[in-house]
């Protein structure tokens, strides 16, 4: 293409880009290219704010690593995260569970854990029995649903922001059981701040932005003949339930312990006394 300026450099793209097999990429691409030309057109881009975003996204990359991936750290922060899962649950049924955030710190390949997994319940005052069902959008049971679940500890870390720890803590997979039941005993998560030593942080903190996640319990949870479900839940009366940083709050996700005191609770449930009950059954959509 010889004549290349403003008015043809656009269509220039999307045709150099027309050579694309697969119809979807070549829709996302093309769309892609659209908005970003008519994005430094509409704000006037100068070279020097180019050079800086062209920067800032290789510093994203320089910081990111197998524990942290600053990319969904902006991703989250920008409130993408969450159109995309916002997208996806309003194409699905009403009847299913909301999606929410995957996070920078999901970690894949977990050995399988027995139902009723204690994560760490001896290492707080107030120990939690996290139970429920996994569900079709019917109300009918999945067996052998696959459930990853992840958590901050008492101090507000994930066990890969510890440089010298080994194994894994407050993480684990558990297979449901042909009922549908899953069970954890674990500790009330505590929330965190968004990590402020790379550019994610620097565009939190250059807007004066709340850099809080209340605290949540990350799930990730596949069947087969069922999409798989990644999502969160939250606590009611978390003082960033309406200014999460990540934007992954959703009404029908917020959940309220119940505070079990009785003895004889306990010890049927196999929890110290007194502990607190969160029951929440997901539903998944069938594919």
Request: hydrophobic share 40%; glycine share 10%; aromatic share 10%.
């Amino acid at each position: 293409m010889r004549n290349v300026n403003l008015n043809t450099i656009t269509d220039g793209v999307i045709s150099a880009n027309s050579g694309l097999k697969d119809a979807r990429v070549k829709t996302i691409m093309e769309s892609l290219v659209r908005h970003l030309h008519a994005f430094a057109k509409e704000t006037n881009l100068t070279s020097e704010e180019w050079e800086y975003g062209v920067d800032f996204l290789y510093r994203a990359g320089q910081i990111s690593d197998e524990n942290r991936n600053e990319f969904m750290i902006l991703s989250d922060a920008l409130g993408l995260s969450s159109v995309v899962d916002l997208n996806r649950d309003a194409a699905g049924s009403a009847e299913v569970t909301q999606s929410s955030p995957l996070g920078p710190f999901f970690v894949s390949g977990l050995p399988f854990t027995d139902f009723g997994h204690d994560l760490g319940a001896d290492q707080s005052t107030m120990p939690i029995l996290l139970q429920g069902r996994i569900l079709d959008g019917d109300g009918n049971p999945i067996g052998g649903a696959e459930i990853d679940l992840w958590q901050t500890d008492a101090a507000g870390l994930y066990d890969v922001q510890y440089p010298d720890r080994d194994g894994y803590h407050f993480r684990c997979k558990q297979r449901g059981l042909d009922d549908g039941r899953y069970q954890f005993k674990t500790i009330l998560p505590k929330g965190y701040v968004a990590p402020t030593d790379g550019p994610g942080g620097d565009l939190l903190l250059a807007a004066s932005r709340n850099i809080w996640r209340p605290g949540h319990y990350h799930f990730r949870i596949q069947a087969a003949g069922f999409r798989t479900l990644v999502t969160e839940l939250f606590f009611e009366g978390d003082e960033h339930l309406a200014d999460d940083v990540a934007f992954g709050v959703r009404e029908s996700l917020v959940v309220d312990p119940v505070l079990r005191t009785a003895e004889a609770d306990a010890q049927a449930a196999g929890m110290a006394s007194p502990y607190s009950e969160i029951k929440f059954d997901f539903s998944l959509v069938a594919e």
